[in-house]
Each structure stands twice: as structure tokens, then as C-alpha cells.
């Protein structure tokens, strides 16, 4: 991909509140990335009082990157769409027709961050990057969720194949690793001024959009451990939780999720024949219903995500223990399948 990627404009938008002690390292990561075209950083202070733009003033002269900024000192309180949306404003204006990233202040981006970004960006219109916490931060029950969740989206693509996913995929959706084609971050409007959930929202409504999400492995970033967090209910809110509370969380049921996998495949295969008889009567919905859906609809991604929803009877909830027996017997039956 080199020659594709050496013209292309990159700028990243980081919101900051309060992260005088972690900007140093962030800094240092995105000292150390191996891409070779520029890119530009590009930080929103958010109401900071301790010192983090005067540090982030006093270090831009020894950085290998361009570093704006813009502050604001008006006492509101933490969202972090609002933080997230206004840094993207201003990566926006420096690379309007090309990358636009962001991650977060507490975070570390690996030296291939922004080169795998801008790789994975040339097959898809958004890329979500894996998150990883710091050795031996992170609780077991936690890693065990996350885990369960990899092996679920593994599934989810095993059962509905999309040709812009990567094979070394993941589950997670998370401000601390997104990337766009700006033109696509534009369509969409931005990060909307949620408190917290943002990074979700905006990649719901890509989909709904019709727009090419892919969950690339390759692209991948450490982030803080920390409890005490910057956006309400964020995963400092998520870390904490799984410190005070031993017992295990509740999964929707994976042969419900292996549903929705399997209708959102017949969904897209049904748009792309103009085929919708058998859809509507898999979902249990007039045939009108899913006709006018699919007018509405710029393509088959569009079409699945805006049609397809919960199983006609509901899903079930069940512990992860039971979840994770599950899924093994349905990994196994995939798997025998395709053998």
C-alpha cells in the first residue's frame, strides 16, 4: 500500500481533560509510529486545570508532528462526545478529504497505529482498532468478557461474511481506536454530544448508513487502567465494576445472536436479487415492511442493519458460563460444517 498511502492527509483528534500525567506517554507513542507520511495531532483541551496544554505548549517544539489545540475554559462538565466531536473539528480542518483518527489522552497508540489505520481505510470507509490494557491492570472476569466477545464477532462474520473485514478481526468499538475517510465522518454528522457511548453511536449509524465498517486487529491500542474516568459510565465506570462485583454478567443467549448473524446474511443476500419474499417471512414482517426498507436502503449493509433486529420471540439472557458452553457447540458445529 505504500504508494497509495504517501500523499494521503492524516490528522488525529485526541480530547484532553485533565491528563497531565498521561500526555507524555501518548506523546511518545505517536513519536515512535512507523508510518511514512506525516500526520497531524490535534488536541481539544476540555475545562483542563492541571497543567495539560501548558505541557502539551511547552513539548510541541521537540515533536516530529505538528501539534494544534484549542481550549475550552467555560466550567461545563465532562462529555465526552461533546470533547470527542469538538477535537474532531479541528482534524477535520486540517485533512478534510483524507484520514481523519482518534484515540484517547490516556492512551498509547502501537508504533503501526496510524499506517495501519490509513491501510485498513483504503478497504473500508471506518476502522475500529482492538483496545488492550497494560500486563497484569486488567482482572480476569474482564479479559473472560472480552474474550467471549472476540470469539461471538468471530462467529458473527464466520456466519455473515463481508469482503472489507479483516481476517484477524475483533469486537470492539471504542473511541480509543476509530478511524474515517473525513468525507464519511462529515455524511455523518460527527460524534453526537452524548456524555458517554458516542464512539457506539456513531458507528450504529454508519452502518445504518450503508457505510463500511471494519474491525481490524492489526490496528490496536493500550489504554488506561485507571477507575476514576473522564466520561460518565465510561470504561473507567466498567473497570470499577469489575472490582467490586465478582459475580459474572448476563450475555444475550448465542444461538439468539447466531440469529441475527445468519438473517442479516439472508438480508443482504435477499437485496442484492431483489428477492424479498423469503426475508419477510424469516422475520415475521409484512412483505410492504421490507419492501419499503429495502427503497430506502443504498445497499445491503444498509439494508440488514436497519431491518434486522431481535429473534420475532425475543432474546434470552443466560450467564456467561452457560453462554460460553454455547458458543463452544456452536464454534465446533460451524466449523465441522465448513470442514
Known amino acids: 500500500m505504500a504508494d497509495e498511502t504517501t ?12 491528563e497531565v500525567e498521561r500526555l ?64 474532531m473539528a479541528l482534524a477535520m480542518h486540517v485533512a478534510p478529504a483524507g ?25 473500508a470507509d471506518i476502522v475500529a482498532g482492538r483496545i488492550s490494557r497494560a500486563v497484569g491492570a486488567a482482572q480476569d472476569l474482564q479479559q473472560r468478557v472480552s474474550s467471549y466477545f472476540d470469539r461471538l464477532h468471530l462467529v458473527r462474520r464466520w456466519l455473515d461474511p463481508v469482503p472489507w473485514e479483516d481476517r484477524c478481526t475483533h469486537h470492539w468499538t471504542s473511541g480509543a481506536s476509530l478511524g474515517f475517510r473525513a468525507p464519511v465522518y462529515a455524511a455523518l454528522g460527527g460524534f453526537a454530544g452524548l456524555p458517554n457511548g ?8 454508519a ?44 450475555v444475550v443467549h448465542p444461538d439468539d445472536e447466531a440469529w441475527r448473524f445468519c438473517m442479516q446474511a439472508k438480508a443482504r443476500a435477499c437485496f442484492e436479487r431483489r428477492n424479498l419474499s423469503p426475508l419477510a417471512a424469516a422475520l415475521r414482517l409484512e412483505e410492504a415492511e421490507v419492501t419499503r426498507a ?9 439494508f440488514a442493519a436497519k431491518l434486522v433486529g431481535k ?5 434470552r439472557l443466560v450467564s456467561l458460563a452457560h453462554a460460553e458452553v454455547v458458543l463452544g457447540t456452536l464454534e465446533t458445529s460451524i466449523l465441522a460444517g465448513a470442514a
Request: contains cysteine; charged residues 20%.
Open 99 to 123: 484520514f481523519v483518527l482518534t484515540t484517547d489522552a490516556d492512551s498509547a497508540p502501537d508504533s503501526s497505529w496510524v499506517g495501519a489505520n490509513v491501510d485498513a481505510l483504503m478497504r
Open 24 to 87: 507524555p506517554r501518548l506523546f511518545t507513542a505517536l513519536s515512535c509510529q512507523s508510518a511514512k507520511f506525516p500526520f497531524t495531532v490535534c488536541l481539544f483541551f476540555d475545562n483542563c486545570s492541571d497543567g495539560s496544554s501548558e505541557l502539551s505548549a511547552r513539548l510541541a517544539p521537540s515533536l516530529p508532528f505538528p501539534l494544534v489545540s484549542e481550549c475550552d475554559d467555560g466550567g461545563a462538565g465532562p462529555n465526552a462526545g461533546r470533547a470527542r466531536g469538538r477535537a
Open 311 to 315: 429473534p420475532p420471540s425475543g432474546t
Open 207 to 250: 452502518m445504518r448508513a450503508g457505510y463500511r465498517v471494519r474491525r481490524d486487529a492489526r490496528v490496536e491500542v493500550q489504554t488506561s487502567s485507571r477507575r476514576q474516568g473522564r466520561a460518565l459510565q465510561g470504561l473507567a465506570a466498567a473497570l470499577k465494576h469489575f472490582d467490586t462485583h465478582a459475580e459474572m454478567p448476563d
Open 7 to 18: 500523499a494521503v492527509t492524516v490528522a488525529i483528534g485526541i480530547p484532553v481533560r485533565n
Open 294 to 302: 429495502a427503497h430506502e436502503s443504498v445497499n445491503g449493509e444498509a
Open 198 to 205: 458516542e464512539d457506539a453511536a456513531i458507528v450504529d449509524a
